[in-house]
């Protein structure tokens, strides 16, 4: 089917309290991984490129790969700027055809972060495409601005101030994750989130969930979650099928046979993660 956006799949989980999964992707047979598993599992699914991402490959060549597996899946499928990191990024993204971007100004101030995202949803919601937004730092490599002052997690009076400013339709929240690598098990402010949920309406999101114990993502999604972001672990997933396919197949040269076993890897680890977010069979 034809790409759909983010916003009635995530009103949807958040009436039926469970959250769609949002997996980032880095080449084609991501793509193709994680469209296979949403279509297994009978499950929405919204696919994201960050920042990173698309300096390697521009918009455009990401927007093609979703867009062309999304028209050969039966279930619905997103395509979501992750960390836009400007209003320009945000724009380039919605020109070609993005169907849920996210602009990111928590390393801004409040009053700057509420302009840059007021100014990208007031340019996105006239042609019917939802916007995310973050307030609080969510720690990790994804935004290198971690080790400012003060308190890096959400404030529930803040966020409800900045819905309000902004007119924003999701919000990220920092409550102790992070992006990349855990060095310990990640312990979150589970009481914080339910204060954000007490006076927050919109849908909420969790970021940096990669190496986030299922039961915890269970636990974060009774209390309002219903967007659960993973990066980092279907790289390392990806990379541990491409790595086993060589040590096995050491002559092999065939970027096909080695990928496959990559995707394969991805696919399963997008199914496990599907089933923790409780989205299987909503679709």
Same mark, same amino acid.
């Not at 599992?41 to 990401?62: E, G, M, N």
């Not at 390393?107 to 995310?132: D, L, M, W, Y």
């Not at 040590?247 to 096909?256: C, M, Q, S």
């Given at each position: 089917?034809?790409?759909?956006?983010?916003?009635?799949?995530?009103?949807?989980?958040?009436?039926?309290?469970?959250?769609?999964?949002?997996?980032?992707?880095?080449?084609?047979?991501?793509?193709?991984?994680?469209?296979?598993?949403?279509?297994?599992?009978?499950?929405?699914?919204?696919?994201?490129?960050?920042?990173?991402?698309?300096?390697?490959?521009? #918009? &455009? /060549?990401?927007?093609?790969?979703?867009? *062309? $597996?999304?028209?050969?899946?039966?279930?619905?499928?997103?395509?979501? !700027? @992750?960390?836009?990191?400007?209003?320009?990024?945000?724009?380039?993204?919605?020109?070609?055809?993005?169907?849920?971007?996210?602009?990111?100004?928590?390393?801004?101030?409040?009053?700057?972060?509420?302009?840059?995202?007021?100014?990208?949803?007031?340019?996105?919601?006239?042609?019917?495409?939802?916007?995310?937004?973050?307030?609080?730092?969510?720690?990790?490599?994804?935004?290198?601005?971690?080790?400012?002052?003060?308190?890096?997690?959400?404030?529930?009076?803040?966020?409800?101030?900045?819905?309000?400013?902004?007119? #924003? &339709? /999701?919000?990220?929240?920092?409550?102790? *994750? $992070?992006?990349?690598?855990?060095?310990?098990?990640?312990?979150?402010? !589970? @009481?914080?989130?339910?204060?954000?949920?007490?006076?927050?309406?919109?849908?909420?999101?969790?970021?940096?969930?990669?190496?986030?114990?299922?039961?915890?993502?269970?636990?974060?999604?009774?209390?309002?979650?219903?967007?659960?972001?993973?990066?980092?672990?279907?790289?390392?997933?990806?990379?541990?099928?491409?790595?086993?396919?060589?040590?096995?197949?050491?002559?092999?040269?065939?970027?096909?046979?080695?990928?496959?076993?990559?995707?394969?890897?991805?696919?399963?680890?997008?199914?496990?993660?599907?089933?923790?977010?409780?989205?299987?069979?909503?679709?």
């Amino acid at each position: 089917m034809p790409l759909v956006t983010s916003k009635k799949l995530l009103l949807d989980a958040q009436e039926g309290c469970y959250a769609v999964g949002a997996f980032n992707v880095e080449n084609m047979e991501m793509v193709q991984a994680v469209v296979a598993a949403a279509e297994e599992l009978r499950a929405p699914v919204i696919l994201q490129t960050t920042p990173s991402t698309l300096k390697y490959a521009d #918009v &455009d /060549f990401f927007y093609a790969n979703v867009k *062309t $597996a999304a028209e050969k899946a039966a279930v619905p499928v997103v395509m979501h !700027l @992750d960390h836009g990191s400007s209003f320009d990024l945000a724009m380039q993204a919605f020109r070609a055809g993005y169907t849920s971007i996210m602009i990111d100004g928590s390393p801004k101030p409040f009053s700057e972060n509420v302009q840059v995202t007021r100014a990208v949803a007031s340019a996105c919601h006239p042609a019917g495409i939802p916007v995310e937004a973050e307030l609080g730092k969510v720690g990790g490599k994804e935004d290198d601005l971690i080790g400012g002052e003060g308190n890096p997690y959400t404030d529930p009076r803040e966020a409800q101030a900045f819905v309000e400013a902004t007119g #924003v &339709d /999701f919000l990220a929240v920092a409550i102790g *994750t $992070a992006h990349g690598v855990y060095k310990g098990v990640p312990r979150l402010d !589970l @009481d914080r989130l339910r204060e954000i949920r007490a006076i927050v309406s919109i849908p909420l999101v969790l970021h940096g969930t990669s190496g986030v114990p299922d039961d915890t993502v269970r636990a974060c999604i009774a209390r309002g979650i219903c967007k659960v972001n993973y990066a980092t672990d279907l790289r390392i997933a990806f990379t541990k099928g491409v790595s086993a396919y060589l040590k096995e197949h050491p002559d092999a040269f065939d970027p096909k046979k080695y990928n496959a076993q990559g995707r394969e890897e991805v696919k399963q680890y997008a199914m496990e993660k599907i089933k923790v977010c409780g989205s299987d069979g909503k679709a």
